[in-house]
C-alpha cells in the first residue's frame, strides 16, 4: 500500500481515498490502521520537504481534493455539502476598491455595509443611501441583526433557514475532519519555515513574499472551502479551535525531526517578538525580580522581560539614535501601573492562534485575511477569532510600529477589526471576558509612550510634563490611525462605554493618555528673522487630537444624555480636574502665561468643557457642584484665553516670521470639522469661568492678554510696550470682537440642538451660496450629526429647506457650468443674519466681507436700507440659568471704563479707531442694556457713597445708572509733547466729588501706583490686585500687598521720565457722547431728536422694525430708545442734552500725510475719467468685432462686419489687420487672410436613417451596429462602385469626408499673412505655458483669443464683381451649355509665384495634414491625382453639409447663415478652385457632355476590355455640381451657374424615377407605364413626370433589372400602391437636398438672402430661389416636373442613360438595384441616448472586460458616439504608442472623441493632441456634480447639459468654449 506515493495517477488516488474512506467509517476505533495510512500518506504528500515546487504542491492539493471527497468526483462533493448551507448572512468579504453600498437608514452600526447584489435585492427606496468605494476592504452585513434592521435584508437572507437545512450526514463531512488538521498544520509549517527573525529590523521582504507565494494555491484551497457553505465552515471552525489537534501536531514532541525543528523555529519568532511562552517560567521569574517595580516602558516594550537577550531592545535604541538627529531626546517613562501581562505574554493553544501569529508577523498577507474573515459566518468561529484577535492586540501595534508598509497594514487591521467590533453583542462579551478595554487603553498608552519628549510649555528647564513629538513617523504618518479607530468604534456600544465610565482605573489611565497630547506642538513666535524651515508638523498635531482625544470623548459623551447617568460624568469632571491640576503643576503654572508662545492642543480643558456643558445641558446637574474653587479657575481660563490672542495675532500679522504653517494652525482651529472639538469648548470654557470669576478681573485680563491696556487712555497720544503702533487697531478690534462673541454665543448656553443646526447653517449661507454637499461638510458634525439619527431632532432636510431656497444648476453660454445652490430666503437675512456666528465660523476673513455685502445687497433691493447698513444687532436665544453670571461682565465698572474712553476716543477722531471699533462697543453697549438686573432703584446712587467710589469712575455696577454718570476731569500720563500737557488743570479738579479721579482720602502709595498707564485706574494693577485678594484672602491689608517679582515686567513704564501727567477736562456722560456721535455720523448739527417727544408709543413698543437694520446712527438711536425705555432718569437726561445745543465737533484737522492721500484721491479720479473716455471710443470701434467675438452660443446677433462685404460703392473689399491695426484690401503681393481653425471632423457620418436615436448599451443584449450610419452606407457604396468600374471615374461619382471631413471655421478677423508669421514667431519664443501647440501651427486669434490652427487667404477681387455678373442674361440655354463647356476646357494655367499663391498652397497642405491618411487615399493607385482632386472637391461638401445641419437639416429658417458670419466658404472656395483648374478631365471623360449632348458611339465604348465607367444615373449629382464649379475659372457668372443647376436638376429627376421604378411592385409599375404612355403625345409631355415614368420603365424593360423581385423584397413599400400625390411628395424629397446644397452655394458665392418658409413649401421656394422656376409659373397647379428646362430632346437622352444600366446588368444583374437605391433623408447627428439613472451605466460596465485585453479596466470609459467601451490610460491597449481613448477618438471621430469616464461620471473630451475635462451630465438631487463619486449619492441625467454638450460636438466649438485645455501625450 505504501506504494501508492505521492506520484500516483488520479485514478489511482481516487481508488484510495475511496478504500480508506470505506474503511475510516466502518472502524470507529481512532487507533485503527486505516487513520494511520492516512496520516503516513498525508505527512509524505505534504511535508514541505515534499518539495515546494508548483508540481509538488499541486500534487498535495490533488491528494487533498481527493481524500476530502472519499473518492468522489469533487465537484459532486461541492455540490452535496452546499445543500448543507443555512445561509442567513452574506458575509462576502471584500478587498480595496470594491464598489459597495452603505444605508443609514437601516444602519445599526455606522460601518454597516453591504455588497451590491444584496444592496439591490433589498429595499432602499427612498433611503439615505451612498455608494462607496471600499478603502480597506470591508464584509456585507446582510443578514446580521446586529449590525442593521431587518427590513434591510435582501431577498435571500430574509428568510431565518436554520430549521429547514436537514443535518448533515455523518460520513459526508468524515474525511474533511480528518485531513483538514494535518492540511492546516502543514501550512502553519510553511510559515514557520519560511520566516527569518529579521537582522536590524529590516525584514527581507523578498522571502516573504516568497513564502507566500508558495503558499497562494493552499490559501486558495482554504477559501474554496470556506464558500462551501455552513457545513463546511463548522468543520473547518471544529479544527481551527481544537486544542488536541494542536498539541498532537505541532507541539514539536514525538520522532518527526522536521516538526520540531518548525517548532524551535516557532519559539524564536516568539522571543523574536519580545513576548514570553509562559513555560519558560524560570527565566522569566529572574528577569521580573531583577526588573523590579520600576520597569522602564521601552524596555518592556522591546522585550525586557524576554529570554533572548538581544529581543527588539537593541534595535529600539538604535532606531532613537538615528531618529534623534537634530530632534530632542525622546523622554522614557517608567511604570509600575502597567500590566506587564498584556504586552507580553502569548500563548498559543490552537491553531487559529498560530495562524494569526504568522499573519501578524507577515504583515497581514491579502489572502489571509480574507481567508480569516471568510469563515465569520460562523458564530462560534467569529467568538474564538474575536478573542484570538483581542490576545494578540499588543503584538499588531508592535508589528504595526515597525512595518515599512504601515498604511497598508493598516487597511488590512481596520478590515478584521470592524468586522469584529460593529457588533455590539461581541464586543461586550469580549470587554467582559478578554478585559478588552484594559488591552485597548494600555496598547494606545504604551504605542504613544514611545515618541514621548519634554514640553518647552511654561517653564522650559523645569518643566516635569511630557507631550508626544509631532514629527515622529508614527503620528506624522498617521500610524496610531487603525487602534483609535478601534477604540471609537467598541465606545460606540452603549454597554461598552458604560463599563468604561465606571472604571476609575481606566479613566485615570485614559487622562494619562490624553494628557500626553495637551500643550504638543508649541509655537514660539519669532521677534527676529523668518523662519528657515517651516515644520509642517499642525497636520500631525490637529489629526491626533481629532482621532486620539475628540473622538472617544463624543463617544463616550453620546452615552451621558440622561439623568441617570449622571455619575459617569462626576466621574470623568473629576478626573479631568484632576489631571488638569497635575499638568498645572509639571509645567510650574503660576498665574502668567510665558510670552509669545501659543499652543492649539488642550484635550484637557477641552473634555472638561464638553462633560460639563453635558451635564447641565441634558443631566440636570448644578454647574457648581462640578466646578472648582476660584483659583483653578483663574488657572483653567488661561491658556484658552491665549488662544483666543493669538488668533487675533496671528490675523494682525504678529506672526509672520513663523511662515505660513502658523496661519494654516489658525483656520484648521476653527474650520469646521475641527471647531466644535476645539474652538467651540475653548469658549465655552472662557464663559462658565467669566460666569464664575470676578468680573473686572477678567475684563482686564481679556485686555492685557490682547496688550491693548496702553491704548485706552483719554490721552491723544499714548506709548505701547508691547506692540506696534500697526498692529494696535486689530488687536482692539480682536478684543472687543471677541468679548462680543464671549458674551453673545449661545452654543452650549442653553441652544437647542436644532437652534444650533439652524444657526449654523444660516451662517454657512449668509457667507455664500452653498452646494448641499458642501453644506453637509461645512456644518459640525457631533453636537448634531447630521444623518438625523437622534430621535427628535428636526433632520437637516427639513432645516434647510425652512431657511434657504434651491437655485436649479443653470447653464452659462460662456461654457461654465453651475452648480444647484442654497441660498438663504429673504426672512432669513431679516431676522436670522447673526454676523457674530459668521465671525466665529469663518476660516478666511474675507468671507465676513461676503456675507456683509449679501446683507447689503439685499436691504438694497427689497429698499429697507440705502447707504451702508452695519451688523445688525440680532436678539440672542434664552441664556441657562446656570450661566446667569456671565451677563455680569457686561454690568463691571472696568467695561465701563473702557467703552467710556473709547466712545471719548472716537468722537475725538483719536488715531487707531476704526468703524469696526465702535460697531463693537455699542453692540457691548446694546448686550448691556438687553440684559440689565432686574430693577433699578434710581436713588442708589446716594447709598454706600465713600468706600463704593473710592477708586473708581462710576458710582455703581449698573450699566443703566452708569450710562447717565458724568464724568468732569480725568488725570492721564501723556508723553510731553502731547497737545494735552500745554493746558493749566482747571482750579477745581479735586474739588469735584464725583469725578473719581483725585480722591484725597487714598492711601498715597496707591495713588502713586493707580496714575500708571491709563487714566488714575490701571487696568494691571487692578488685576494685579484681584488676584492676591483671592490668593491671599486672609490678609486685610490686600492693597499694600507686595506686587510679585515676576511681574515687574509688566508694569507700565510709569518710570520713564518722559511721561508726565495731565488732567483732562471731560465732562461728558455715556448718554451725552451718544448724542454727540450721532451729531458726528450724521454730519448735522442737532441730528438726534428723541423720538418719544413726538410719540409716547415708541416707549412701549419694544421692538421697532425701523430700528432693526441700519447704519451707525440707527444704532445709536437704538441704544437710547434702549436707555430710556430703562430708566425715566435716562430719559430725561437725554432730553436735556437734545436741548443744549451742542458745539460742533471740532472739524478733522488734515494733516500733511492725509493731504497727500486726498490728492492721490483727486488725481485717481482723473485718470479714472480720462480711461472712461479713451473706453468709449475704443468700444465704439471694437463693438462690431466684439459681437463677433461672442458669438458662439448665440449666433443669432446681429453683426456689423459682414466678412468682405464692404457698402456696394467701394470697388474692393477692405480687410482690417487685428495685429497691425491698418486696413486695406488683401493683394497678390500682401494677401490677408480669415483665422480659421480647421479641424477634422466625423460628426457627419455619425447620421443614421432613423428618427429613433441609439441607445447606450447598458446590458449584454443590447449591442450597437454601426450599420445604418452615413459614412458606412457612403463607404460601401464607393467600394461596390470601385469593384465593377472605372476607378478614376469612380472617384468622380461621389463625394468622401463623411468621416474624417476637413471642417474649416472662423472667428471672422482677418490678419496680414506677414504679420501672422511674425505673431507666431513671438508666440514660438514665448516661454509661457501655452494649452496649445506653437509647433502645430496652433495660435488663438489675437483679437478674441479663439482657438486657430491656420490662415485662410481672402482672395484679391471687387465686392462689386458680385452685382455685376448677377445681372440676368438672355442668352438661350444651348448657347450657356457651350460656353460652360469652353470654360472648362481651358487649362488652369498655374498661377504666377506671388505671395498669394503661396499660401494658397501652404493653406491646402494644412487642409491635406488636418485629416489622417486613411481618409484621404481611395483611389486604387496610390498617389493617383483623382485622389486629390476627390478630397478637394470633398472638402467643399463636408463643409456645405455641415452648415445644413447646423441649420437643423434644412432652410425652413433662412436668413443669412448662421453660421455666415463665421462662415469663410467663399474664401475656401477659392483655394480649392485654383487647385482643381490644375487638374484637367479629359473631355471624353467630362460627364458634363454626357449630359447635354447624345452620344452615338456607345458600342465601341463597351467592347474595350477595361472596365467601363460609372454610368451617369449612379453618379451623386452633388458631386458632379461642385466638380462642374470648382473646374471653372473664378469667379463664376451666376448665369454659368443657374445653367449648371438646371442640366443637373434633370439628371437627379431622372434617378428619382428610376429608384422610383424600383420601389414599386410589379401591377403599379405596369400601370403607370401604360398611362404615361397615352400621355406622351402631349405638348408638354418633358414636363409631366407620368410620362417620364413610364418612358423610363419601358426602356428598363429592355434590360434584366426588374427580374428576381420575388424572391428579394429591397424594402419595398410593395403594400402600399403610390398615388400621384404620394409619388410626388416621394420626387420632391429625392430632390431636396440636392437643392438645399445648391441653395447654400448660391448664398456664400453669390450673396443675397435665403429665403425662409414653411417645410411643406421648401421645395417650391429653393426651387424659385435657384431659378429653376420658368418666370410664367402659377402655384395653382405645381409639380415637381415643372422645374425641368431639357438641353436636349428629353425622351432620347433618358434612353442614352437607360441604356447604360441595362448593358451593366446583363453582367451584374445582383449589384443593379442596390447601387440605384439610394438614401436621401438622413437623421441630424445626435449623441447615444443615457439612461435616466447613472446607475445602470455604472453596474453594467464597472465591471465589464475590455473587449482586447479581456481584463476588467482600472478606469473604463464608454464613447458616446458610438458606444465602444475603452480602457483609459490602459497600458494593456495601447497599440504604437497610443493608448486606447485616443486610437478611439482618431477611428471614431477623426481625433475628437467624448468619453464618459465610468468611475468618475465625469465626460472627458479629446480634440486632437489635447484633451479637457468638460463636466458632468449626471446631477444628483440637489443638482450637484459628484465628480469621482466620491459622495456616492444616486444621479440622474440632466437633459439640458446633455444637450449642450451635443450642441457643442455637432457645431465643433469644443475649442472655443472649454478653456481648460492640456495635452494628453497620448497616454488616455
Known amino acids: 500500500m505504501a506504494g501508492v506515493g505521492a506520484g500516483a495517477s488520479a485514478q489511482e488516488k481516487r481508488a484510495t481515498a475511496a478504500r480508506l474512506k470505506a474503511a475510516l467509517s466502518f472502524s470507529a476505533a481512532e487507533d485503527s490502521e486505516a487513520a494511520g495510512e492516512l496520516q503516513a500518506l498525508l505527512e509524505r504528500a505534504l511535508s514541505p520537504s515534499a518539495g515546494s515546487g508548483s508540481e509538488a504542491v499541486s500534487e498535495a492539493l490533488a491528494w487533498c481534493r481527493c481524500l476530502l471527497a472519499g473518492g468522489e468526483p469533487w465537484d459532486s462533493f461541492v455540490q452535496a455539502v452546499r445543500a448543507y448551507d443555512p445561509a442567513t448572512l452574506c458575509g462576502l468579504v471584500w478587498t480595496a476598491n470594491f464598489v459597495a453600498y452603505r444605508c443609514r437608514t437601516c444602519g445599526i452600526s455606522p460601518c454597516m455595509s453591504l455588497c451590491a447584489e444584496c444592496f439591490h435585492q433589498g429595499e432602499h427606496a427612498g433611503h439615505d443611501y451612498n455608494m462607496f468605494r471600499s478603502q480597506a476592504g470591508g464584509a456585507c452585513d446582510c443578514g446580521d441583526g446586529n449590525v442593521m434592521r431587518e427590513a434591510g435584508f435582501c431577498k435571500r437572507h430574509r428568510i431565518k433557514s436554520s430549521s429547514e437545512v436537514p443535518s448533515v450526514p455523518k460520513d459526508l463531512l468524515l474525511m474533511s475532519e480528518l485531513v483538514l488538521p494535518q492540511f492546516i498544520f502543514c501550512l502553519i509549517q510553511y510559515l514557520r519555515e519560511g520566516y527569518d527573525e529579521p537582522v536590524l529590523d529590516v525584514p527581507s521582504e523578498k522571502d516573504l513574499l516568497k513564502i507566500l507565494q508558495i503558499l497562494e494555491p493552499h490559501i486558495s484551497f482554504l477559501e474554496d472551502l470556506t464558500k462551501m457553505g455552513g457545513a463546511m465552515r463548522s468543520v473547518l471552525t471544529q479544527v481551527l479551535t481544537n486544542q488536541q489537534f494542536y498539541k498532537d501536531l505541532s507541539s514539536g514532541g514525538g520522532e518527526n ?231 471609537i468604534n467598541i465606545l460606540s456600544h452603549q454597554s461598552v462605554a458604560k463599563k468604561f465610565l465606571e472604571d476609575h482605573r481606566l479613566l485615570v489611565t485614559w487622562m494619562n493618555f490624553v494628557s500626553f497630547f495637551q500643550g504638543m506642538n508649541l509655537n514660539k513666535r519669532e521677534l527676529n528673522e523668518h523662519v528657515e524651515f517651516e515644520s509642517q508638523t499642525y497636520y500631525a498635531a490637529f ?465 502713586r501706583e493707580n496714575s500708571g498707564t491709563v487714566q488714575v485706574f490701571s487696568l494691571v494693577a487692578e488685576r494685579r490686585k484681584k488676584f492676591q485678594e483671592i490668593i491671599n484672602r486672609n490678609t486685610t491689608e490686600a492693597n499694600q500687598a507686595v506686587r510679585p517679582k515676576s511681574s515687574m515686567k509688566w508694569s507700565a513704564p510709569g518710570a520713564t521720565p518722559q511721561l508726565t501727567t495731565a488732567i483732562l477736562e471731560i465732562k461728558e456722560s455715556i448718554l451725552s457722547l451718544l448724542v454727540k456721535l450721532h451729531h458726528k455720523l450724521s454730519g448735522k448739527q442737532n441730528s438726534y431728536y428723541p423720538p418719544w417727544l413726538d410719540d409716547m408709543e415708541t416707549l412701549i413698543q419694544c421692538e421697532n422694525p425701523k430700528y432693526l437694520h441700519g447704519d451707525g446712527m440707527t444704532a445709536v438711536e437704538r441704544i437710547l430708545l434702549k436707555a430710556a425705555l430703562q430708566s425715566r432718569l435716562n430719559k430725561r437726561i437725554i432730553e436735556e442734552i437734545c436741548r443744549k445745543v451742542t458745539p460742533p465737533v471740532p472739524p478733522k484737522k488734515i494733516s500733511p500725510a492725509e493731504k497727500k492721500t486726498l490728492d492721490k484721491e483727486e488725481r485717481r479720479q482723473k485718470a479714472r475719467e480720462r480711461q472712461q473716455k479713451l473706453l468709449a471710443e475704443f468700444a465704439s470701434r471694437q463693438k462690431s468685432f466684439m459681437e463677433t467675438a461672442m458669438d458662439v452660443e448665440l449666433p443669432d446677433a446681429d453683426i456689423a462686419m459682414e466678412i468682405a462685404t464692404a457698402e456696394q460703392h467701394v470697388s474692393e473689399a477692405v480687410y482690417d489687420c487685428v495685429i497691425c491695426g491698418q486696413s486695406g484690401p488683401s493683394t497678390e503681393e500682401r494677401p490677408a487672410g480669415l483665422v480659421v481653425l480647421l479641424q477634422a471632423s466625423s460628426v457627419l457620418g455619425q447620421c443614421r436613417n432613423t428618427t429613433e436615436p441609439k441607445k447606450l448599451p447598458t446590458s449584454e443584449k443590447e449591442q450597437i451596429y454601426p450599420w445604418d450610419t452615413c459614412a458606412t452606407v457612403y463607404e460601401a457604396r464607393l467600394a461596390t462602385l470601385q469593384h465593377l468600374f472605372k476607378d478614376s471615374s469612380c472617384l468622380q461619382s461621389v463625394s468622401i469626408g463623411w468621416e474624417g471631413g476637413v471642417y474649416v471655421q472662423t472667428c471672422g478677423h482677418t490678419l496680414h499673412i506677414d504679420c501672422h508669421k511674425s505673431y507666431m514667431e513671438s508666440l514660438r519664443n514665448d516661454q509661457v505655458l501655452q494649452g496649445f501647440s506653437v509647433d502645430k501651427g496652433e495660435f488663438t486669434c489675437p483679437l478674441c483669443r479663439q482657438f486657430a490652427n491656420s490662415v485662410l487667404p481672402c482672395y484679391p477681387g471687387n465686392s462689386v464683381e458680385r452685382s455685376l455678373w448677377q445681372c440676368h442674361s438672355n442668352k438661350n440655354m444651348q448657347d450657356l451649355i457651350k460656353e460652360v463647356e469652353e470654360l472648362q476646357e481651358q487649362l488652369g494655367t498655374f498661377p504666377s509665384e506671388t505671395n498669394l499663391s503661396k499660401e494658397m498652397e501652404s493653406v491646402m497642405k494644412d487642409i491635406k495634414s488636418t485629416t489622417q491618411k486613411k481618409y484621404t487615399d481611395y483611389s486604387k493607385s496610390p498617389g493617383s491625382p483623382d485622389n486629390d482632386f476627390l478630397f478637394m472637391y470633398s472638402v467643399a461638401r463636408t463643409n456645405l453639409e455641415l452648415e445644413l445641419v447646423h441649420r437643423g437639416g434644412n432652410l425652413c429658417l433662412g436668413g443669412a447663415s448662421t453660421a455666415g458670419k463665421r462662415s469663410c466658404l467663399h474664401q475656401l472656395f477659392h483655394v480649392l478652385a485654383m487647385h482643381m483648374r490644375l487638374y484637367s478631365i479629359d473631355s471624353a471623360y467630362n460627364p458634363w457632355k454626357k449630359l447635354t449632348q447624345l452620344m452615338h458611339d456607345e458600342n465601341s465604348q463597351m467592347s474595350s476590355e477595361e472596365q467601363p465607367e460609372v454610368p451617369v444615373l449612379y453618379r451623386d449629382v452633388s458631386s458632379l455640381l461642385l466638380i462642374q464649379i470648382l473646374t471653372m475659372p473664378q469667379p463664376l457668372r451666376k448665369e454659368h451657374f443657374t445653367c449648371i443647376i438646371k442640366v443637373l436638376f434633370t439628371l437627379l429627376y431622372i434617378q428619382a424615377h428610376v429608384a422610383l421604378s424600383i420601389k414599386c411592385n410589379a401591377e403599379d409599375r405596369m400601370t403607370w407605364m401604360n398611362s404615361g404612355a397615352l400621355k406622351k403625345s402631349i405638348s408638354n409631355a418633358k414636363k409631366s413626370w407620368e410620362v417620364l415614368l413610364s418612358h423610363v420603365i419601358s426602356e428598363l424593360f429592355k434590360g434584366k433589372i426588374y427580374e428576381r423581385e420575388e424572391t428579394e423584397d429591397l424594402a419595398m413599400d410593395s403594400t402600399s400602391a403610390w398615388c400621384p400625390h404620394s409619388i410626388e411628395t416621394y420626387l420632391q424629397q429625392f430632390c431636396l437636398p440636392f437643392l438645399r446644397i445648391t441653395s447654400l452655394l448660391q448664398h456664400h458665392l453669390f450673396g443675397g438672402e435665403l429665403p425662409s418658409c414653411q417645410e411643406d413649401e421648401e421645395f417650391t421656394v429653393l426651387a424659385n430661389c435657384l431659378g429653376l422656376l420658368p418666370s410664367s409659373f402659377q402655384s395653382s397647379q405645381f409639380s415637381s416636373a415643372s422645374c425641368l428646362d431639357w438641353p436636349v430632346p428629353a425622351f432620347d437622352i433618358i434612353s442614352q442613360w437607360c441604356s447604360e444600366l441595362v448593358s451593366f446588368a446583363d453582367k451584374h444583374p445582383t449589384q443593379v438595384k442596390i447601387l440605384l437605391i439610394q438614401e436621401t433623408k438622413w437623421d441630424l447627428p445626435r449623441l447615444l441616448q443615457l439612461p435616466e439613472n447613472y446607475n445602470t451605466i455604472f453596474q453594467y460596465y464597472h465591471r465589464k472586460s475590455c473587449s482586447v485585453c479581456s481584463k476588467v479596466p482600472k478606469d473604463p470609459a464608454v464613447c458616446l458616439v458610438c458606444g465602444t467601451f475603452v480602457c483609459l490610460k490602459g497600458l494593456c491597449c495601447k497599440q504604437q504608442s497610443y493608448c486606447e481613448c485616443v486610437l478611439h477618438s482618431q477611428n471614431c471621430g477623426a481625433g475628437t472623441g467624448i468619453f464618459l469616464l465610468i468611475n468618475a461620471s465625469v465626460i472627458i473630451i479629446i480634440r486632437g493632441h489635447r484633451f479637457c475635462l468638460w463636466g458632468s451630465v449626471y446631477l444628483d438631487a440637489h443638482g450637484e456634480e459628484d465628480r469621482d463619486l466620491r459622495r456616492g449619492k444616486p444621479l440622474y441625467i440632466c437633459k439640458e447639459r446633455y444637450k449642450v454638450l451635443e450642441q457643442q460636438w455637432v457645431s465643433h466649438t469644443f475649442d472655443h468654449i472649454n478653456k481648460r485645455w492640456g495635452p494628453h501625450y497620448n497616454g488616455l
Open 543 to 1007: 489629526a491626533a487630537e481629532l482621532e486620539a482625544c475628540a473622538q472617544p470623548m463624543w463617544g463616550l459623551l453620546s452615552h451621558c444624555k440622561v439623568r441617570e447617568t449622571q455619575e459617569y460624568t462626576r466621574n470623568v469632571v473629576r478626573y479631568c480636574i484632576e489631571a488638569l491640576q497635575d499638568w498645572f503643576d509639571a509645567i510650574n503654572f503660576v498665574d502668567e502665561p510665558t510670552p509669545n508662545q501659543v499652543t492649539f492642543h488642550l484635550p484637557l480643558h477641552r473634555y472638561y468643557a464638553m462633560f460639563l456643558s453635558k451635564a447641565v445641558k441634558c443631566q440636570e446637574l448644578d454647574l457648581d457642584s462640578l466646578l472648582p474653587d476660584q483659583e483653578m479657575l483663574m488657572k483653567l481660563m488661561v491658556h484658552p484665553l491665549q488662544i483666543q490672542a493669538s488668533l487675533s495675532e496671528i490675523h494682525s500679522n504678529m506672526w509672520v516670521r513663523n511662515g505660513l504653517q502658523i496661519k494654516g494652525q489658525a483656520m484648521t482651529y476653527v474650520q469646521s470639522h475641527f471647531c466644535n472639538s476645539m474652538i467651540d469648548p475653548d469658549i465655552y470654557l472662557l464663559q462658565v469661568c467669566a460666569s464664575r470669576i470676578d468680573p473686572d478681573y477678567f475684563i482686564s485680563s481679556v485686555f492685557e492678554r490682547f496688550k491693548v491696556v496702553d491704548l485706552l487712555t483719554m490721552a491723544s497720544q499714548h506709548q505701547n510696550t508691547m506692540l506696534d503702533s500697526e498692529h494696535e487697531k486689530s488687536m482692539l478690534e480682536g478684543a472687543l470682537t471677541f468679548l462680543v462673541i464671549l458674551l453673545s454665543l449661545r452654543l452650549h448656553l442653553g441652544m437647542t440642538d436644532d437652534e444650533i443646526l439652524r444657526a449654523e447653517m444660516v451662517a454657512q449661507l449668509c457667507m455664500n451660496d452653498r452646494t448641499h454637499s458642501s453644506l453637509l461638510d461645512l456644518i459640525p458634525e457631533n453636537p448634531n450629526p447630521k444623518s438625523g439619527i437622534i430621535p427628535g431632532s428636526l433632520s437637516f432636510e427639513s432645516m434647510l429647506s425652512a431657511v434657504a431656497d434651491f437655485k436649479a444648476p443653470v447653464f452659462e453660454p460662456g461654457g461654465s457650468m453651475q452648480q444647484g445652490m442654497y441660498t438663504p430666503k429673504a426672512e432669513v437675512w431679516d431676522k436670522e443674519f447673526d454676523p457674530v456666528m459668521v465671525i466665529l465660523r469663518t476660516v478666511y476673513r474675507r468671507d465676513v466681507q461676503s456675507a456683509m455685502d449679501r446683507y447689503t445687497a439685499f436691504l438694497k433691493q427689497s429698499g429697507k436700507v440705502n447707504g451702508n447698513p452695519w451688523p445688525p444687532y440680532k436678539k440672542r436665544t434664552h441664556l441657562h440659568s446656570s450661566y446667569k453670571g456671565l451677563m455680569r461682565l457686561l454690568h463691571c465698572k472696568t467695561l465701563h471704563i473702557v467703552l467710556f474712553t473709547l466712545l471719548y476716543k472716537i468722537l475725538m477722531d483719536h488715531q487707531n479707531l476704526s468703524e469696526h471699533v465702535l460697531c463693537m462697543v455699542l453692540y457691548l453697549i446694546e448686550l448691556g442694556l438687553e440684559n440689565s438686573p432686574e430693577q433699578e432703584s434710581d436713588e442708589e446712587d446716594s447709598v454706600g457713597g465713600q468706600e463704593r467710589c473710592h477708586d473708581s469712575w462710576f458710582p455703581g455696577n449698573n450699566l443703566v445708572s452708569n450710562m447717565r454718570h458724568l464724568i468732569n476731569y480725568v488725570r492721564v500720563r501723556v508723553p510731553e509733547t502731547a497737545p494735552e500737557v500745554k493746558r493749566e488743570p482747571p482750579a477745581s479738579t479735586s474739588s469735584d466729588g464725583s469725578a473719581a479721579s483725585q480722591n484725597p482720602r487714598r492711601p498715597k502709595g496707591l495713588q
Open 257 to 487: 525531526t522536521c516538526a520540531k525543528k518548525s517548532h524551535e523555529k516557532y519559539l524564536v519568532a516568539l522571543k523574536g517578538s519580545g513576548l514570553t511562552f509562559p513555560e519558560d517560567k524560570l527565566a522569566c521569574g529572574v528577569q521580573e525580580q531583577a526588573a523590579g517595580a520600576s520597569t522602564s516602558v521601552v524596555q518592556g516594550f522591546a522585550g525586557a522581560t524576554s529570554t533572548s537577550g538581544q529581543g527588539d531592545s537593541s534595535d529600539e535604541e538604535d532606531q532613537n539614535g538615528s531618529q534623534g538627529v537634530g530632534k530632542r531626546k525622546r523622554v522614557k517613562l517608567s511604570s509600575s501601573t502597567k500590566d506587564q501581562s498584556i504586552m507580553d505574554v502569548l500563548k498559543h493553544k490552537c491553531f487559529l492562534e498560530e495562524l494569526l501569529f504568522w499573519t501578524i508577523k507577515y504583515e497581514f498577507p491579502q489572502k489571509m485575511v480574507t481567508f480569516l474573515l471568510n469563515m465569520l459566518p460562523d458564530q462560534d468561529y467569529k467568538i474564538a477569532f474575536t478573542k484570538t484577535f483581542v490576545q494578540h492586540y499588543a503584538f499588531i501595534m508592535k508589528t504595526l510600529k515597525k512595518s515599512h508598509e504601515s498604511d497598508t497594514m493598516s487597511n488590512r487591521i481596520v478590515h478584521i477589526s470592524v468586522q469584529l467590533f460593529s457588533n455590539e453583542e461581541l464586543a461586550r462579551q469580549v470587554t467582559e471576558e478578554c478585559q478588552l478595554l484594559d488591552i485597548m487603553v494600555t496598547v494606545l498608552l504604551y504605542m504613544m509612550e514611545s515618541c514621548l519628549i519634554k514640553s518647552e510649555l511654561q517653564d522650559e528647564e523645569n518643566s516635569l510634563h511630557v507631550v508626544v513629538n509631532c514629527g515622529e513617523a508614527l503620528l506624522k504618518n498617521n500610524t496610531y490611525w487603525p487602534l483609535v479607530s478601534d477604540f
